[in-house]
């Protein structure tokens, strides 16, 4: 691929600052980018890395200055880069085609049109769209579907009855549909509670390597349009995630905890169960959220709390032993005074 | 499946209050109930909407008051619903068969009347006894041994040498056996120790999706009877998981430390290696455990501390930052004591 | 295997204390160990064990003493314990060969001295070099190498091209490559950031069970030569892990961050995105690290602090409910103090 520093503004919609005329050959990182190279600068943590960029290019937000550089101006060099990304390197074509070392029962039924590698298994009463993708060791339970264009990577496992919608992506080893952890008298007999339910994913979701979502108990856990999921994530049994919500890696959602739309929440936090978060809350990375948040809060913290209040707590925690010295000492000076009055002025 | 509520009844051994004569189609949360279903009511939480549910009838405990509602009355409707599960949603028999698609190594003893899926891979020495059912992709190292009825979701990887006793459950995508993390003077050479142990699961064991179990250094990592662990668990080489224990999703337990019978540890918790919890300690969620904690002890918090202190500290976190302007203020307070009366009475 | 004592302190360069002629068949755990066997005491934990062993002989350390045992002495018994356990329980040889029930695609080079399993997929372009064991289920992607007697266990994905090295170890489960968790406008649209770099593994490095390394957005996640990772450990795109590092069980490392040489982090420990820490870092289990960290500095706590400040304020913690009472009273006698001393000496 070789484009013009213009073609390229033209395609994004964005005005080149210096030599429109220069050729683009790649895209790469701030660090590494050379001659040929068009690099971004998204986060402005990087913004310094500018002036010594040895990029032929560079994709910035309008406002920024850098004399003696090319640059293409648009609004979001974040998504910008997202489209040339694409340009670049478009999708290689799958060929369609079912294999026919793909074991396939009596009773599937899959679209033509399908990919299906060696070694996928699709038991009966499965459906599989047109233009899906199944990698090889993915696995389809009974009655379970899968939609037109969805990718299903390696060693995928969809239990009995899971519903995947559209344009899913569910990367390597990803699990759908696994019972639900339902026990009661835990701890003595640990009676199970079968877990009847199922999955339900909805269009356009994205799923990373090695998340886990547990069918419902009753009805289904619920992961809704839109909505991305990053890598080793656990989704207990009857959670609903709202739409285009967001949840980072290692993430825990307690049984039956329901998130609104927009949701965020940072990597390695936990939910409790029976809870609910409102449209487009924040939780940062590692909170410990203990229950209902109402609509737009940013939370932090174990017990989690407006993110705000973390912060100056945050502040204080490694002075406590400094105020728990203080405190000891306050308490003898005060002890002293109230001696001294006590005896009255000498 | 249609039983009325008296039929509902009399299998629980439970009584009706309201028409016994109404007609049960499904079980269902109380949500989504309409007429034909059967809810239930086992989390107080949801109790106040029992009068607004559209079910046919609820199950619920004792002493729960609800008017003009046709209710079955058990001890433990949680235990009830999941035999009531049991009886509407009954297992799918599987059809006894070993696949030609399976690759099974001569020198593996594999039961006639088990069920081997296409893609199941069993290597020498291996055992897999009657009833046990292997999905596709499952792989049993060799020398390992699969019990009587356990089954095995796609993607398990059992290595070589590890025991799996009888109705034991392991969800997708479960490591059984993989090396423990030994390597000696870390961080500098990482040299490694050889794993050459070996996992034991007792009966009746229910393991999580993606649930990763290292076998003994030396010896065995254990598992002992009716234990429940959770998706995404790291249980490290030589644990041993005491009886009918709990073990919530993501937890980490590191190596050689041992739980007694009935521990139930929560969410994300963490527990450091070669220490001992007694018989029926609860661990709440997201706690780090840094030592031994004598026989049912509840713990919370990181550093572990008594759960009733862990609640107060929970309370009081949050009033640092005022507290800190608190201790600055009543300094200077002291301090403007001190030189007054230092002075003299003026 | 039957060695005496002589003979063991003869392969180690270590000295008998004791009978050199006891005959030593086994190496058990300081527990379990009877007549006929070897144990070790590497952890000062377990020194007390010694004197009750029923071991025929113990692997001590210099300076240990222990009347009436027979010690052989080395300089690093858990080192000598690695060795020993080489000797004791060698590696058995795989059978080169590559299985006809393999999937090789045309355009793949694969050594015809690697042992490739059934089940095994290979894409085209990818290439596996000589002694590299590929167990059941491996997934090779596009394009994608595998070096010199490295192995992959059973339901390893290694995503279109990304690059491993020789004698690396991946357990099952671990997936190399799937895409990094990149969207724009989070929890609005969340428009996918195409991922298009790779991951690159280097010599000697052994990963965990179900761990995931996301591939870089544009160039290279990079795990460096000879670092051991855990199971269950999440490495965003772009991250850099450098050489001899130690990552251990179900930590996350975001986007970006890169790590020195010889870094130790615990488990559970979360590190933000972006940020860099020094050669010899060592992070304690369960530690937020949210900012960079300078060479040879260890750190604890949630927001990490110094280990040493971490050990004081957890000493503190548990108090802070009294501290506040005490401050409370505090308050009120100083209130006290001052009214007393505005009204003058009585």
Known sequence: MNKTLNEIAAFLGGDVSGDGGVSIERIRGI???????????????????????????????????????????????????????????????ETAGISEHARIEAGADVSPEAVVYPGVHICRGARIERKAVLYPRVFIGRDAAVGEASILYPCVTVYRRC?????????????????????????????KIPQ?????????????????????????????????????????????IGEYSVIVAQVGI??????????????QAGLVGHIRLGDHVMVAARSGV???????????????????EWLKLEACLPKLP?????????????????????????
């Open 163 to 191: 519903l995947i919608g559209r344009r899913v992506v569910l990367h390597a080893g990803v699990v759908v549909g696994s019972d639900g952890f339902g026990f009661a008298r835990p701890g003595q007999e640990n009676i």
């Open 254 to 267: 307690s049984g039956s905890t329901q998130l609104g739309k927009g949701v965020v929440v940072g990597g």
């Open 31 to 93: 660090d590494e980018a050379g001659a040929g190279d068009l690099t971004f600068v998204a986060n402005p943590k990087y913004r310094k890395k500018l002036e010594t960029t040895g990029a032929s290019a560079i994709l910035v937000a309008p406002s920024t200055v850098c004399a003696g550089k090319n640059l293409v101006i648009v609004a979001d060099p974040y998504i910008a880069l997202g489209r040339l990304l694409s340009l670049f390197h478009p999708e290689e074509e």
């Open 322 to 346: 400094e105020m728990r010295g203080t405190l000891a000492a306050l308490k003898r000076r005060v002890a002293a005074l109230e001696e001294k009055l006590e005896k009255g002025p000498s």
């Open 196 to 240: 009847v339910g199922y999955v339900q994913i909805d269009d356009d979701v994205e799923i990373g390597a090695n998340t886990t979502i547990d069918r419902g108990a009753l009805g289904r856990t619920w992961i809704q349009r839109g909505v991305k999921i990053d890598n080793l994530v656990q989704i207990a049994h009857n959670v609903v």
């Open 290 to 308: 203990h229950k209902d948040i109402p609509p737009l809060q940013v939370v932090a913290g174990t017990p989690h709390m407006p993110h705000r």
